[in-house]
């Protein structure tokens, strides 16, 4: 069926009621990116358990299949446990399952809703599950009354990297644990602490408990050597850095009772914390309400993008509702949990890393959530105020590895920018919020390898030279120069724009916007690959460039390169390769558009670089390429690009998402292709392309490429009545202004490529070079 809609409305009034009356949580599918190692990758690590949108207790079942970083895989291996937190999408260190609990789940049992988990092992044991932010339920159905047991597992994380801890359980079910673990993504160690009541009122259920014990063995393979010891009321483990010993440890519980009720809760402060947490939050241990709660939460969160259920493809229904949902998983609020500072603001946490969502999540956030935007920014704020500098990527309350630059610089700019007149409204102290972004882009940190940027180098060479001994000290690895200076630019840029919305020092501003241009620095015009010339590469303190090769690490890199943060990259790019990172300079592509020769050559670069393919869909330097033909003026060939990359990439199966999704990166890159979207970072510039919403040609399910003639090209935009003087971008007060934003689409290719962004002097979209994002 040929498109037959031809105006799309992209948004009504402030985000009112549904349009009809579905409940937006039955749109949701929890299971996809739950297969390992889809793509070629890890897989998508999507967290299909019970959580509140940005909670702290997301608990689900773990499985043996590696790697399964979120716990979880969609496949039929053994269930090794519940775990009462987890991460959304991230990567991190694969992990193996051992220890000797397993049980099979039955085929199809697994279901999940927003909210709420379930699963059923082959022995016909139910589990059910749900929670609050730091609290939550689960529920046991055994075959028979009993007796029935459970294990509280003290030892297992999913790395099994304990390092200390104890556990505590008492005759009448009330167990307290805490134990000292090593972070996926970084350095350090972090303790973590659950509360267990499995004395339910007697209102809501009995259960009575017919013994308790503890259990320890110091081998994993050979459960003959458990120790288990009747009526021992606690176990207590030293920190030790080997974590050899022991292996397994933990409470162990009888019932007569064919179901079994724990209430749990959990805290980075303290065992007796994570009970208060249990009885402030489930204080009636009512499932039901939980549950419905929980879902309540979901649908408010959901219910801020509307379309008509009945009109649009229900493929794209489903992947734009699964994806807000994974969008809104984390950051994670933990507020009063913060076990090293006293402090009146928010506490946040999961940034893991800023260098995966200052893309796509936060901007969504700004558009969708700004009141839990302003909790998160402040959170940062609130990091740089106890620390110097902004956190980069803080999981489990520590700071992990810094990948890049410090970006967690980049949504505070475009917190400055889009809601710098508001900030007080939404709790962010604006000034604070300056000084953090000032700072994190002067000083150094004596190892910024956690937190901050190499700006000794920086501010000295205007490039992240090679094979540099900082002579002031501080170290860091020094890895990954080009796209680190890249990204640096690109902070440098958030402060300028935090001057102009401020109106700070206008010193301040011409410093930034020209520190921002200083990716140039790291330009090699001699270089060519595949007929195109001018690449970014690494570059000596002597001004030469050390040459790597322009497809090293980009998917179809014909010898292997290490292409991590480790001593072993010698390419100079982190997880990209200079084919991809050569397009990344949001605030300023006239420049690239430039550097490469016109906008010819450019839209050939960019045509070669998504035939060859040196795109990697599936990680985050990727994101912005399919919408850079918009920068040559032809915004008809990012609507056909862009499409193809949702058709070729995304899917409602569990292998449905390109790559780890990364706290939500990848969902809320999804949700802005979809609406037809991208955010320019840190500023108010959306690109806007071609909305799959309201059009008839995905009815049919997707396809590789639109038939020809699909009305899928902008012919017109319409704000509020009046007509936009660009097809290229609109303005964020647009669209979360209230009123109406009409787009007017046709299928005529040759009028589309003359007509490109318009005839206005700003049709394009903005670039510092060429006067744009003005004082
Ligand atoms: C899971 O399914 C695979 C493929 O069908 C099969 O080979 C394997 O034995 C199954 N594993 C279990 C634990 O049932
Ligand atoms: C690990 O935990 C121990 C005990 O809490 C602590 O002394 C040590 O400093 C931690 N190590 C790191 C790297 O944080
Ligand atoms: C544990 O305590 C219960 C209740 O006091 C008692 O009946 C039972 O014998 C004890 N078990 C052991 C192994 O000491
Ligand atoms: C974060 O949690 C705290 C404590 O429950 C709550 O007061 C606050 O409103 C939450 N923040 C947001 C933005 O919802
Ligand atoms: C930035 O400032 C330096 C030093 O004043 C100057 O040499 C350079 O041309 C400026 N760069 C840009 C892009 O304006
Ligand atoms: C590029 O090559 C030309 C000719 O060999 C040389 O003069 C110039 O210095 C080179 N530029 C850079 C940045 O290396
Ligand atoms: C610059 O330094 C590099 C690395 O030490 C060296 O290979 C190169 O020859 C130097 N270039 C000049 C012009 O001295």
New binding site residues.
């Given amino acids: 069926m040929a498109l037959s809609v031809s105006r799309i409305l992209l948004c009504v009034a402030a985000f009112t009621a549904h349009v009809n009356a579905v409940e937006l949580t039955s749109l949701v599918n929890l299971f996809i990116g739950t297969e390992t190692g889809a793509n070629g990758g890890s897989g998508g690590n999507a967290f299909p358990g019970a959580a509140i949108p940005h909670a702290m207790a997301k608990v689900g079942i773990d499985v043996s299949t590696a790697p399964r970083q979120a716990g979880y895989i969609h496949d039929n291996s053994s269930i090794t446990g519940i775990s009462l937190m987890h991460d959304e999408g991230t990567g991190g260190t694969p992990t193996e399952a051992t220890g000797y609990s397993h049980s099979l789940r039955a085929a199809g049992a697994d279901a999940a809703q927003p909210g709420y988990f379930t699963t059923t092992f082959t022995n016909n044991i139910k589990l059910e599950t749900t929670s609050t932010r730091r609290a939550g339920l689960i529920r046991f159905t055994y075959p028979t009354a009993g007796p029935n047991h459970v294990v509280i597992d003290l030892t297992n994380d999913l790395q099994r990297s304990f390092?200390?801890g104890s556990i505590a359980v008492t005759p009448t079910g009330n167990v307290q644990l805490g134990g000292?673990f090593l972070q996926s993504y970084g350095?350090?160690?972090y303790?973590v602490f659950g509360c267990y009541d499995f004395l339910p009122p007697t209102n809501v259920q009995s259960q009575p408990i017919t013994a308790f014990g503890t259990y320890q063995s110091a081998s994993l393979t050979s459960p003959s050597t458990i120790k288990i010891t009747a009526n021992s009321t606690s176990l207590d483990f030293p920190?030790t850095?080997d974590n050899v010993s022991p292996e397994q440890a933990g409470a162990l519980i009888s019932f007569n009772s064919k179901t079994v009720l724990a209430r749990f809760g959990v805290s980075f402060l303290s065992s007796e914390q994570a009970c208060a947490n249990a009885e402030a939050e489930v204080p009636d241990w009512d499932f039901d309400n939980v549950q419905s709660a929980s879902a309540d939460a979901w649908e408010n969160v959901l219910s801020r993008v509307a379309v008509d259920t009945t009109i649009e493809d229900a493929t794209v229904i489903e992947l734009l509702y699964s994806s807000l949902y994974r969008a809104s998983l984390v950051p994670a609020n933990l507020t009063d949990e913060n076990p090293y500072w006293e402090s009146p603001y928010p506490f946040y946490d999961a940034f893991f890393c800023s260098w995966d969502t200052f893309r796509t999540v936060h901007p969504l956030l700004s558009i969708l959530d700004p009141v839990e935007w302003g909790g998160i920014v402040s959170a940062y704020v609130d990091g740089w105020r106890h620390s110097g500098f902004i956190p980069e990527c803080r999981s489990n309350t520590?700071a992990g590895y810094v990948q890049g630059g410090d970006d967690g610089m980049i949504p505070l700019g475009d917190f400055a920018v889009k809601y710098g007149s508001r900030a007080t409204e939404l709790g962010v102290p604006i000034d604070d919020l300056y000084q953090a972004l000032v700072d994190t882009a002067e000083n150094t940190p004596p190892d910024w390898y956690t937190v901050g940027r190499q700006n000794t180098a920086w501010k000295t060479f205007g490039y992240i030279p090679t094979d540099w001994v900082d002579p002031s000290g501080a170290t860091g690895l020094p890895t990954r120069e080009a796209s680190r200076a890249w990204e640096y630019a690109l902070g440098d840029f958030a402060v300028r724009q935090a001057a102009i919305a401020l109106k700070k020092d206008p010193a301040d501003v011409v410093k930034y916007s020209n520190r921002s241009m200083n990716f140039v620095n790291m330009w090699d015009p001699n270089v060519t690959s595949d007929g195109f010339s001018g690449f970014a590469q690494r570059r000596y303190p002597n001004g030469t460039f050390a040459f790597s090769p322009p497809n090293a690490c980009s998917p179809v890199d014909p010898v292997s390169h290490s292409c991590a943060r480790g001593t072993d990259n010698d390419v100079g790019f982190y997880e990209s390769s200079s084919w991809e990172y050569s397009f990344f300079a949001p605030h300023s592509m006239a420049t690239l558009v430039g550097l490469m020769g016109g906008p010819d050559t450019f839209v050939a670069r960019v045509d070669h670089y998504f035939a060859e393919p040196y795109f990697l869909a599936g990680n985050e330097p990727g994101f912005l390429v399919p919408w850079a033909y918009h920068y040559a003026n032809r915004p008809d060939l990012t609507a056909l690009r862009v499409r193809n990359v949702v058709y070729d990439n995304f899917n409602t199966g569990i292998g449905g998402i390109p790559g780890n999704d990364d706290s939500g990166a990848m969902a809320a890159l999804l949700t802005f292709h979809l609406l037809g979207l991208y955010p320019v970072a840190a500023s108010k510039q959306l690109l806007i392309g071609s909305p799959l919403l309201s059009t008839a040609s995905i009815r049919q399910g997707l396809s590789p490429t639109p038939p020809a003639g699909a009305s899928v090209f902008v012919k017109s935009i319409t704000i509020n009545g009046k007509p936009s003087a660009s097809l290229c971008w609109i303005d964020f007060d647009d669209v979360v202004g209230g009123g109406s934003i009409e787009i007017e689409v046709y299928g005529d290719a040759d009028a589309a490529a003359a007509a490109g962004c318009g005839e206005g002097p700003n049709a394009l979209p903005d670039s510092l070079e060429t006067g744009g994002f003005p004082a």
């Fill in positions: 390092e200390g000292t350095p350090s160690n303790t920190w850095s520590k």
